[in-house]
């Protein structure tokens, strides 16, 4: 599902990260480690399409269900108003399943600015439920989260895998995923190839 | 083993004319040569011009402005045919050296239509009795002014270099098209309410350039405001390059 | 698309969404002019038609960073792109929903404000159909502004700037056609004119929005 080869990954026309490759297929879960700053972030937005990489080949499918470190959510609309908008732009299931998966029942109709930051992260979450997207790139996903919550986090994500989804995240701490492979992007810092841009190529 | 030649072709060897060494070596040699051709050019047309013609009959020697005014008025609009052109340039080859010179090419055509707007207005003082009219020439050329402000507004506002370039490249093409607009909808505001009114600057000039003993100068004038206006571009765009490269190194520093 | 157009003009709608905020600027302006110009009913009639549309656009560009801005500050336009809507569907729907709750009020509250400057009512209804057909652009240039100087902290005075010249085209047609339709002289063509520059908008401006906002977002 997901192919990644070569990759050199830049913020700001620094090259952060270098030669990165993995290939990920239905049903597996690939989690990223790696210090702050190390370009996990960006790595992540070029997966998703946000960004471009410097060089190398990303494989992906058309749309990716994409969690950043914003809850991206609108604090006038409700819990439900929130996900059903994202249901209907991505077409998508009802929001009546992401509603189950992170028991959001209860604050189905209280406007997205009155939840507290753990709840915001739920909500965050379901929606990639209602993406009905098979690959869900997610940056940290579990910030703000206690471990109640981060155990209906797992449970969202068993399910989506085993139904043949796939799912990219990187992360601080440990997820303790069981199926979960590893990857730490350490090896693939950028070592002296610091702002090597177009703009510096054509003037050797 | 392929039969194709491997000799570069023309355009080959154009495009690396645009490449940022390569420029910062053919134009530092041209250099000296075409601000030397422009200078003479200039001092010729001009003092040819203004001391060695008759003084007009019905308006007298204030029409000699006319030197400076239709010159810059043409660079004015010369300054953002090249920005539009860069900005085309840059957005399909990436050609930073193009994106660059529009960038320099931006505020010598700002001040050239400056140097148009006030000309025009003490051309015209002596005619309408005030500084400035709504003209619609005069006031395309107001409207122009603004766009250049705004792309160079633009430039100054965003951190990124290569953003700055695409985004700026943007709003040229776009602004080149609402500028043009614009031009057709000053004449028609103008006109539109007062038929035939105004004795336009266009009116002005045309008569004059039918006697060659203006013309000649006025040629000579234009030759050297082109070659000015190249000279300036040339030096904008070797520093915009150096400035460029230095914010590169700036940023290796850092690093390290 | 239309669900992120229906969402955002609920959106401006609800508490803090700013509607109505164009309106009352626009009333603010056209009853300040008086007090600028002397409340001679002759001349007031006279400027009428400049001044409305004159205030109609500057309240336009009011609410012209919040049409990205909001979205760009909590991550939602970065959902957005990754969505299956293309960016310049994004634009489109946000475009339209600016119109519809900002260049749509304006231009049937511009009769009514009209009276404030003797302007009479047949004069009006002229003007109210100028705005319908010249609001669309203000919009749709507004919002490719927004779109260009989404990543500037405190842009507001550059959009403006970078705005305000692609809407003289607009306004000079605009407040041509209603001047002219004031006189007793034909206005269709200034009309016809204003409604060219909306659709021409509606026709380039998508794909320049389009790119700046994939530049912005990367």
Redesign the interface.
């Known amino acids: 599902m997901l192919h990644v080869s070569n990759l050199s990954v830049a913020r ?3 090259t952060l990260l270098c030669g990165v490759g993995f290939a990920l297929n239905a049903g597996q879960i690939l989690v990223l480690r790696g210090a702050n700053g190390l370009g996990k972030t960006s790595l992540l937005r070029c997966i ?5 990489p410097v060089e190398g080949q990303i494989t992906a499918p ?5 969690s ?10 409700t819990v439900l108003e929130n996900l059903a ?2 249901s ?4 998508g299931p009802s929001p009546e399943v992401a509603l189950d998966a992170y028991d959001l029942h209860a604050l189905a109709d209280r406007p997205a600015a009155n939840l507290s930051a753990g709840q915001k992260r739920r909500l965050g979450l379901a ?1 990639m439920q209602v ?1 009905g997207c098979a690959l869900w790139v997610m940056d940290e996903p579990t910030v703000s989260l206690d471990a109640d919550n981060v155990a209906l986090f797992r449970a969202a994500l068993d399910r989506h895998v085993q139904s043949g989804g796939a799912a990219v995240i990187t992360t601080h701490i440990d997820l303790a995923i069981a199926s979960a492979r590893l990857l730490d992007l350490t090896r693939f810092k950028a070592r002296g190839l ?2 090597s ?4 190529e ?3 | 083993m392929n039969n194709r030649s491997i000799a570069p072709t023309f355009w080959d060897r154009f495009w690396r004319l645009a ?3 390569v420029f910062m070596g053919w134009s530092g040699r041209a250099l000296p040569w075409v601000a030397a051709a422009a200078g003479l050019f200039l001092c010729s047309g001009l003092i040819w011009g203004y001391f060695f013609t008759p003084d007009d009959i019905r308006q007298g020697s204030t029409v000699k402005i006319i030197y400076l005014h239709v010159p810059a008025a043409l660079m004015a609009i010369n300054g953002y045919l090249l920005m539009f052109v860069g900005a085309l340039v840059w957005l399909i080859r ?1 050609q ?1 050296v193009s994106v660059l010179a529009a960038k320099a090419a931006a505020p010598v055509g700002m001040v050239m239509t400056l140097i148009a707007l006030a000309t025009g207005a003490i051309w015209g003082q002596p005619m309408w009795g005030t500084y400035w009219v709504w003209d619609p020439r005069l006031t395309s050329f107001l409207i122009l002014f603004l766009f250049y402000v705004g792309y160079i507004a633009l430039w100054a506002a965003i951190e ?3 953003t700055a370039a695409d985004l700026t490249s943007v709003l040229a093409i776009v602004g080149a098209v609402f500028a043009m607009l614009s031009r057709y909808a000053v004449f028609f505001w103008n006109q539109g309410l007062h038929q035939g009114t105004t004795v336009t600057m266009a009116d002005g000039a045309q008569q004059d350039n039918i006697s060659n003993v203006f013309f000649q100068p006025l040629l000579l004038s234009m030759m050297g405001f082109g070659l000015l206006f190249l000279t300036l571009l040339l030096i904008g765009t070797r520093t915009e390059v150096r400035s ?2 230095l914010k ?1 190194l700036q ?2 520093e850092r ?2 | 698309m239309i ?2 157009f229906l ?1 955002d003009v ?2 401006s709608v ?4 700013g509607f109505g905020l164009a309106l009352i600027f626009f009333l603010i302006v056209v009853t300040l002019i008086p007090f600028a110009l002397g409340p001679d009913q002759t001349a007031l009639a006279v400027i009428a038609p400049g001044v409305l549309w004159l205030g109609a656009l500057l309240a336009c560009l009011l609410s012209l960073d919040r049409i990205f801005g909001l979205d760009f500050e ?3 336009l ?8 293309p960016p310049e569907a994004v634009y489109i729907a946000k475009a339209a929903a600016h119109w519809l709750t900002t260049g749509l009020p304006l231009a049937l509250a511009a009769p009514v404000l009209g009276m404030l400057l003797n302007l009479d009512f047949e004069t009006g209804k002229i003007l109210c159909l100028s705005l319908l057909l010249g609001t669309p652009a203000l919009s749709l240039i507004g919002a490719f502004g927004a779109s260009l100087t989404l990543g500037v902290k405190r842009g507001g005075l550059l959009l403006s700037l970078l705005v305000l010249p692609l809407y003289v085209p607009s306004l000079i047609f605009g407040a041509q056609a209603v001047r002219l339709a004031g006189q007793g002289l034909a206005y269709d063509g200034a009309l016809v004119l204003l409604s060219a520059i909306s659709l021409g908008a509606a026709a380039i401006l998508p794909f320049a929005s389009g790119a700046a906002l994939r530049i912005n ?2």
């Open positions: 700001g026309g620094i998703a399409g946000l960004q471009n058309e749309t990716v269900a994409y950043g470190h914003a809850d991206g959510l609108k604090g006038q609309m908008f994202w209907s732009v991505y077409h929606r993406s610091m702002g841009t177009a703009f510096e054509a003037l050797e | 490449n940022p060494k990436r930073h990124d270099e290569d460029r490269r590169v940023a290796r690093m390290e | 669900q992120l969402r609920g959106l609800r508490s803090g969404g909590d991550g939602t970065d959902l957005l792109a990754t969505s299956p809507l977002l990367r």
